[in-house]
Antibody, heavy 120, light 110 residues
Framework: QVQLVESGGGVVQPGRSLRLSCAAS????????MSWVRQAPGKGLEWVAF????????YYADSVKGRFTISRDNSKNTVFLQMNSLRAEDTAMYYC?????????????WGQGTMVTVSS | QSVLTQPPSVSAAPGQKVTISCSGG????????VSWYQQLPATAPKLLIY???KRPSGIPDRFSGSKSGTSATLGITGLQTGDEADYYC???????????FGGGTKVTVL
């Protein structure tokens, strides 16, 4: 079954770090760009970061630039989100998503999400 | 404050049609393709429309997308109770080099 499965969420104190993982299965992971998208409780979707198919390009939302790092290991079909200096406003459900479109970006496959709570 | 502007909510009776607007600017909608996502309660988003007006396999033709200038529109015809969800537009912003989502629109079937 084609799917994305996130893991690594949890409760963490402000200022600490957390690393999220997203494992892909049953598709050629290495040809797709990947992103992380988050959703704070009761709020809308917020794009967080994008990494190109080969990892050579990364883009970040201003709200996380300098604190979060997206990376990928194509040999393990996994994309990561290293989150440092976490803040209360980073509390959200974090989804990974597959870039499907070729001319531009669009997200056709989403994981079920992993919850991150930043609280003392 | 989202770069893309959507109405907070729209509603209609079963069987009727609703349209959801998504307004942006020249660096996002004006020069890039738009996609639309449906998020049912407590679930991950789902791609409904990509490249402005294309439907992925499995998406019924009750859902349609269009774009004109710096605005895009999602249409839903033959409204069903199962269509009650939040809907988001999204596109790349070439000036900011970021992906942007609209604030979301809640569809209510009366």
């Amino acid at each position: 079954q084609v799917q994305l499965v996130e893991s690594g969420g949890g409760v963490v104190q402000p200022g600490r770090s957390l690393r999220l993982s997203c494992a892909a299965s049953v598709f050629t992971f290495s040809i797709n760009g990947m992103s992380w998208v988050r959703q704070a409780p009761g709020k809308g979707l917020e794009w967080v970061a994008f990494i190109s198919y080969d990892g050579s390009d990364q883009y970040y939302a201003d709200s996380v630039k300098g604190r979060f790092t997206i990376s990928r290991d194509n040999s393990k079909n996994t994309v990561f989100l290293q989150m440092n200096s976490l803040r209360a406003e980073d509390t959200a459900m974090y989804y990974c998503a597959r870039d499907y479109c070729t001319i531009t970006t669009c997200y056709d496959l989403w994981g079920q999400g992993t919850m991150v709570t930043v609280s003392s | 404050q989202s770069v893309l502007t959507q109405p907070p909510s729209v509603s209609a009776a079963p069987g009727q049609k609703v349209t959801i607007s998504c307004s942006g600017g020249s660096f996002n909608i004006g020069n890039n393709y738009v996609s639309w996502y449906q998020q049912l309660p407590a679930t991950a988003p789902k791609l409904l429309i990509y490249d402005n007006d294309k439907r992925p396999s499995g998406i019924p033709d009750r859902f349609s997308g269009s774009k004109s200038g710096t605005s895009a529109t999602l249409g839903i015809t033959g409204l069903q109770t199962g269509d009650e969800a939040d809907y988001y537009c999204g596109t790349w912003d070439s000036s900011l080099s970021v992906w942007v989502f609209g604030g979301g629109t809640k569809v209510t079937v009366l």
